[in-house]
C-alpha cells in the first residue's frame, strides 16, 4: 500500500502513532523538526520520490498560552506548514489525515457535535482553523481526500510537563501542596491510546470528513485533582489562584456520535484509568 509520512513524528502523539502504525506492519518516514522546517517547501520536497501513500499532519505550535505571547508564530508554523503539506499531497496525489484542535469556544450547546458554531477563542485555536480551512479549499478545488479530526484535550504518560494534567499529578506525588490557576474549569479529556486508535481508524475508514474525538465525559480541574489524590492515597492541600486564562471556556463536551459510526470507534480509557497509567509512569521514571 505505499509508505505512512508523519510529521511531527517526534512529539507527544506523533511518537505514539509511529510507534502504532510500526507495530501493524506499515513503514513510516518520520519527519520531526530536527529534519528541516515543515514551512519550508523544500523540507517535504525531499520525499517526493517516496511512495508515500497517505500523510498524518502533527506538526505544529500547540500551548494555548504561548500562542498569545507570538500569535505570529502559530500562524506560520500551524497555517503555512500545512500548506507545505498539502502542496506535498497534490503534487504525490496521496490522501491525508489533519490534526486539528478544539474550534468551538464557549459552545452553546453540550455535547458539541462537528456543526456546532465555530469561535476561536485563542490565537492556537485560530491558527487550527485557518490550517482546516486550507484543508477544505483543497478537498473542493483539488479533489484531495483529507479527514480532519477534532481531538478535544489529549493527556497521557508522556505529555509534556507544562500540561495540567502532568502539572497536578507530579505536584501531588513530589511537593507539599497543588496549586493551579482555577479549579473550575471542566475539559473533555481523551486518553492518548484511544487517539491513537481513532487516527489509525480514520486513514481507512473515511475520507473527507470533520470528527470529533473526545471521551464523552467531562471533569473540572478539581475533579482532576481529587482523583489524582484518590489514587495516590494522598490529601494535600489545594491551593487554586482563581485565575482566568483570556477567554476561557468553562467547559467542553464532545458529541463522538460521528467518530463510533464512521470510524467503528469508541474511547476505553476512564479518566481514573488514564490517571494510574501516568502515575505509573512518572514513578517508573
Request: aromatic residues 8%; negative net charge.
Amino acid at each position: 500500500m505505499g509508505k505512512i509520512l508523519i510529521t511531527g513524528s517526534t512529539g507527544f502523539i506523533g511518537t505514539e502513532l509511529v510507534n502504532k502504525l510500526k507495530s501493524q506492519g506499515h513503514e513510516v518516514i518520520g519527519l520531526s523538526s530536527r529534519d528541516g522546517d515543515i514551512t519550508e517547501s523544500s523540507t517535504l520536497s525531499k520525499f517526493l520520490d517516496e511512495d508515500v501513500h497517505h500523510v498524518y499532519h502533527l506538526a505544529g505550535a500547540a500551548f494555548v498560552p504561548e500562542s498569545w505571547e507570538n500569535p505570529a508564530k502559530y500562524i506560520d508554523i500551524n497555517v503555512v506548514g500545512t500548506t507545505s503539506v498539502l502542496e506535498y499531497c497534490k503534487a504525490k496525489n496521496c490522501s491525508l489525515t489533519f490534526i486539528s484542535s478544539y474550534v468551538y469556544g464557549n459552545a452553546k450547546k453540550l455535547p458539541i457535535n462537528e456543526k456546532a458554531e465555530i469561535s476561536v477563542p485563542n490565537p492556537y485555536a485560530l491558527s487550527k482553523k485557518l490550517a482546516e480551512d486550507l484543508c477544505l479549499f483543497y478537498i473542493k478545488n483539488f479533489n484531495l481526500k483529507i479527514n480532519i479530526i477534532r481531538p478535544f484535550n489529549v493527556y497521557g504518560p508522556t505529555q509534556p510537563p507544562h500540561f495540567l494534567i502532568p502539572t497536578v499529578v507530579l505536584q501531588a506525588i513530589n511537593d507539599d501542596q497543588i496549586e493551579v490557576l482555577d479549579l473550575s474549569p471542566k475539559r473533555d479529556y481523551i486518553f492518548i491510546d484511544d487517539l491513537i486508535e481513532a487516527l489509525v481508524s480514520a486513514r481507512t475508514s473515511v475520507k473527507s470528513e470533520i470528527i470529533n474525538i473526545g471521551s464523552g465525559t467531562s471533569f473540572s480541574v478539581g475533579d482532576v485533582i481529587n482523583f489524582t489524590q484518590k489514587l495516590l492515597g494522598t490529601s494535600k492541600p489545594v491551593v487554586s489562584k482563581k485565575v482566568s486564562r483570556n477567554n476561557e471556556i468553562s467547559e467542553t463536551l464532545a458529541d463522538i456520535t460521528l467518530a463510533k459510526e464512521k470510524l467503528n470507534w469508541e474511547p476505553k480509557v476512564d479518566m481514573m484509568m488514564g490517571l494510574n497509567n501516568i502515575i505509573t509512569h512518572i514513578k517508573s521514571l
